[in-house]
């Protein structure tokens, strides 16, 4: 199954690698690889998360996600909305963008392509940023089945029986994040913070209202996994929207990796292949996890994603006014990742030692 399931990242990773040796030669190849780390680095736990998501639809939306969806997030996320987000904020024809993305060295009223995308950053930080934000929030506060942190975790869900208290908090957030951060491009980081409020809130909004129409579906899937059969998954409407969310999710992710990518390399070609390999993996490792069952296995696994994609919404949100090295967001992601990880065996070997003891009794 691991072969079947990264076959075809393992093959690009290849082909993309010997084709960045042969148009750029040993330099090009070691950037290429480099940028791949990065992006996988600093989306491990994107993949967690995905993964919760994606064991809710049927195998036909895990394999479309896994097909389609690496088209959007290879060309899409790391090379098109690039270009868009520099002709929207910087007010360039499409022509004049691509023109700056072809020619590193080129500029436009004394401006590269990579300094358009560096000052777009307020805008795109405040995005992706708020829309983690609402992730991590929405998770923290909801009933689980698990508690990692007891102790924080208890009273932030008796906390978040009150209505829209993700909403205002974000909110919040967004303002102080403009009071102190943004400047004179205060204006700009709230209207991009309120559009990915408002994206997410109609992206989950309308998942949660085609999935609250599948009651009978659940309870014909409860009644088959009690008789032993297999569970049937979330399809049709209510899958699209949460491959749509899923396809949002990684564009917030990629943000900080294709911003943070210009200081590794000015080629906008070797920027997209190098992410675009990073995100095959990302996809493969969330169908992995899926199919493996791993969530189920170490239960803590989605708490420790979810509180790194907190703690990266905090960081895009900073990184309005302070630069944050990239390693410092991959590292916070894996220590999460880890301790989540440890914790799970932990609590799997207690498990197994009070199922002996009873037995044994």
């Given at each position: ?6 076959g ?14 042969l148009?750029?030669?040993a ?6 690889l ?9 989306s491990?736990?994107?993949?967690v998360?995905?993964a ?6 049927n ?5 479309l ?12 996320m790391r ?9 929207l904020t910087?007010?360039l ?18 401006h590269?392509?990579a300094?358009?995308?560096?000052m777009?950053?307020?805008a795109?930080a405040?995005?992706?940023?708020i829309?983690?934000?609402m ?10 089945d698990?508690n ?15 209505d829209?208290?993700?909403?205002v908090i974000?909110?919040?957030?967004l303002?102080l994040s403009?009071?102190?951060f943004?400047g004179d491009?205060?204006?700009t980081?709230?209207?991009a913070g309120?559009?990915g ?9 309308l998942?949660?209202?085609f999935?609250s ?15 032993g ?6 399809g049709?409407k ?15 992710f990629?943000?900080?990796g ?6 590794i390399?000015?080629d ?17 490792l969330?169908?992995?996890?899926v ?9 803590y ?6 509180y ?7 960081i895009?949100?900073?990184s ?7 390693i ?6 894996v220590a ?15 498990q197994?030692?009070?199922?002996g003891?009873?037995a044994?009794g």
């Amino acid at each position: 199954m691991f072969l079947r399931t990264f076959g075809w990242s393992f093959a690009i990773t290849i082909a993309g690698l010997i084709a960045a040796g042969l148009i750029w030669g040993a330099e090009g190849f070691g950037v290429v690889l480099i940028l791949s780390i990065l992006e996988i680095s600093l989306s491990f736990d994107n993949a967690v998360v995905n993964a919760t998501v994606l064991k809710r639809m049927n195998a036909f939306w895990q394999k479309l996600f896994l097909t389609v969806g690496v088209l959007i997030a290879v060309f899409g996320m790391r090379l098109v909305f690039p270009l868009l987000v520099v002709g929207l904020t910087a007010h360039l024809s499409p022509g004049t963008v691509i023109e700056l993305a072809l020619d590193s060295s080129k500029t436009h009223d004394g401006h590269t392509y990579a300094e358009y995308l560096d000052m777009a950053n307020p805008a795109i930080a405040a995005f992706g940023g708020i829309f983690l934000l609402m992730i991590f929030l929405d998770f923290i506060f909801e009933e689980k089945d698990f508690n990692w942190l007891r102790w924080l975790e208890k009273p932030l869900e008796k906390i978040g029986k009150l209505d829209a208290l993700s909403s205002v908090i974000a909110l919040v957030v967004l303002a102080l994040s403009s009071r102190f951060f943004a400047g004179d491009r205060a204006e700009t980081v709230l209207l991009a913070g309120v559009c990915g409020l408002a994206t997410y809130l109609a992206v989950n909004g309308l998942s949660e209202v085609f999935e609250s129409g599948l009651e009978e579906q659940q309870e014909a899937e409860e009644a088959a996994e009690r008789s032993g059969k297999s569970i049937v998954q979330v399809g049709g409407k209510a899958a699209f929207f949460l491959f749509l969310y899923l396809e949002v999710l990684d564009a917030s992710f990629s943000f900080d990796g294709v911003v943070g990518a210009f200081a590794i390399s000015q080629d906008i070609f070797q920027i997209t292949l190098g992410l675009g390999i990073g995100a095959m993996y990302i996809r493969s490792l969330t169908v992995f996890l899926v199919r493996k069952g791993t969530l189920d296995d170490y239960v803590y696994l989605e708490h420790g994603a979810h509180y790194a994609i907190g703690a990266l919404a905090l960081i895009l949100l900073a990184s309005i006014k302070y630069h944050i090295p990239e390693i410092v967001t991959g590292l916070i992601g894996v220590a999460f990742i880890g301790a989540a990880l440890a914790s799970s065996i932990v609590r799997n070997k207690r498990q197994q030692a009070l199922e002996g003891a009873g037995a044994e009794g």
